[in-house]
């Protein structure tokens, strides 16, 4: 029994190695996390799919400054204060919610409103006859505040308005 | 006029690794694996820490041996790590970076004609502090069959009546070379014995890949003839703020903080505040460097193999070691021509002592992006050169 567990700590180890690297660099391939980790490559191919299938590794996209493109995207923040329903909480407005394919996320918050609906659209008007037409017509929804986002600093931990330099002297002992 | 210069500094060579310096910063685009030091930032909160000192004022000399704060956590440090007992009091002094330390204690324990005996390949400073102390450097050389592990055959054999310190500079810049507790225990008999002192330079003590790293204070008997020396630069990523400290028994302490006292004074006051920060609450912030330096390390060694480039696998500081004796080159020679032809700067063997002869110290303390372009290019090379001498 000891020695089952022992195996298990050492698989959430690697499991944990991987996602820290795999968060940061989706594109990393199975061949070089089993160089980088030092553990056979059928292990990293079969850790990734289990996560897959176990719903851990959830998706591999991309992050995308939009506004070096000529896209034309309008994000926004939405409150929302909702009235939950006797016997779901917030789960039958919250799945009604993310059902519209422009909400990008949907967050559960704690604190002076209900949820944080996140949002994209081709412009202002799109976005805001979105909240009006169809966010505050919901039965269970009491108010909105919608907050657009004028600057994207930093998203999933990378800094989008600065590149990396090293600033290091070329040679040191 | 008179020669302005004493005839000791005159003795004295500058560092090998400055003329490569000025080489390389000749080419703006060569890409680099020169550096002695952390690609990562210091962790924020420990930036932060020295921000807010600076808001709250504190701008004024700490006393002589460092801040009482920090010297408290030093301790508290090497009993967690290490499971060594100093006092704050009469055990421990602040300086500025490893680098000072070293330099005091030399200066503080040598008389003119003590010989120190220096393994190397090793880092740059031992040999000028020793000898403007006034004593004798005597190199070992250590050798890349025992992966560059100081054995007590070699020890022996450097010892004259004349030795007093040994220097003990592991984990090693540059070959990235340990010693485990076995290889500590199997000289520690020697030492005792002779009779001599040990400055143990453990700065790179965070950045070991196979067990944790072992204190030569540790071992029955070293403790009370062993200046143990560490800081901040390479587990926390803070080479600028100068940052080190030395702990060790208390009437070479004291006398070590003299010198200090009347050379620098103290060491800075925004950096003792923010490494206090570093000791309370930074383990996290080196255990994640570690694993990404760790990987990096792996990915290399990975690469070597590949290429058929012989290198022992190191396990300590951020540095690989690799033997380029086939090509028939010496390293200079090597280096120069790789960095002409390929733009990727490495740091001739020989920069680190005479026995570091056909061999390349390369850091890692650089992304795996990185480390990719420039290993592409050294396969490259290696393989063009290879195709050179079939054809001979």
């Known amino acids: 029994m000891p020695m089952m567990e022992r195996q298990l700590g050492k698989e959430s180890i690697m499991r944990e190695k991987i996602l820290s690297i795999i968060e940061k660099n989706s594109r990393v391939d199975i061949k070089e996390l089993a160089i980088i980790l030092g553990v056979p490559e059928i292990d990293v191919a079969n850790e990734l799919k289990a996560m897959e299938e176990e719903g851990v590794i959830c998706g591999y996209h991309t992050l995308i400054d939009w506004e070096k493109t000529s896209i034309e995207k309008v994000s926004a923040l939405i409150e929302v204060r909702v009235t939950p329903q006797r016997g779901q909480g917030f789960d039958t407005i919250a799945e009604r919610i993310y059902k519209y394919p422009e909400v990008n996320s949907v967050y559960l918050i704690s604190g002076g409103y209900d949820l944080l609906v996140s949002l994209e659209g081709k412009s202002l008007k799109e976005v805001s006859s979105f909240v009006s037409n169809k966010l505050s017509t919901l039965d269970s929804v009491l108010s909105t505040a919608t907050h657009f986002i004028l600057k994207k600093y930093k998203d999933h931990g990378t800094i989008m308005t600065k590149k990396y330099e090293d600033e290091r002297m070329k040679v040191t002992p | ?392």
């Open chain 2, 1 to 392: 006029m008179r020669d302005p210069l004493s005839k000791q500094i005159r003795g004295i060579k500058p560092s090998g690794i400055r003329k490569f310096f000025d080489v390389v910063n000749e080419m703006p685009d060569a890409i680099s694996l020169g550096v002695g030091e952390p690609d990562f930032d210091t962790p924020w909160h420990i930036r932060d820490e020295g921000i807010y000192s600076l808001e709250k004022g504190r701008t004024f000399y700490t006393s002589n041996s460092g801040l009482k704060e920090l010297k408290i956590e030093i301790c508290n440090y090497l009993k967690r790590s290490q499971n060594l007992d100093y006092d704050y009091n009469k055990h421990v002094i602040v300086t500025v970076g490893g680098s000072e330390a070293i330099d005091v204690a030399l200066r503080a324990m040598l008389d003119p004609g003590d010989e120190v005996l220096i393994p190397q390949p090793c880092y740059v400073s031992y040999d000028p502090c020793t000898i403007l102390a006034g004593g004798v450097p005597v190199p070992i050389n250590l050798k890349h069959e025992n992966e560059f592990r100081l054995t007590p055959q070699e020890l022996k054999a450097a010892i004259t009546p004349k030795t007093k310190v040994l220097i003990m500079p592991f984990p090693n810049n540059p070959t990235g070379a340990i010693m485990e507790k076995k290889d500590l225990e199997a000289i520690a008999d020697i030492i005792i014995e002779n009779d001599l002192y040990v400055i143990s330079d453990e700065i790179y003590a965070e950045l070991t890949y196979k067990e944790k790293h072992v204190s030569i204070a540790t071992l029955e008997g070293l403790k009370e003839r062993t200046i143990l020396i560490n800081g901040f630069s390479k587990a926390y990523a803070m080479t600028g703020w100068r940052l080190g400290y030395a702990v060790g028994p208390s009437e070479i302490i004291e006398q070590m903080t003299k010198i200090h006292q009347f050379a620098i004074m103290c060491a800075p006051t925004t950096s003792q505040y923010a490494a206090v920060e570093a000791l309370r609450n930074g383990d996290d912030d080196v255990a994640e460097m570690r694993e990404a330096y760790n990987q990096r390390r792996r990915y290399l060694m990975h690469a070597f193999r590949e290429m058929g480039l012989e290198c022992f696998e190191p396990y300590g500081a951020f540095y690989v070691f690799p033997c380029i004796k086939e090509f028939g080159m010496t390293s200079e020679e090597f280096a120069t021509k790789f960095l002409e032809e390929q733009k990727v700067a490495v740091v001739p063997g020989t920069a680190f002592g005479d026995c570091g002869e056909g061999f390349l110290r390369i850091s890692y303390a650089y992304s795996l992006e990185n480390l990719k372009i420039a290993i592409g290019r050294l396969n490259e090379f290696v393989t063009k050169l290879r195709k050179e001498k079939e054809q001979a």
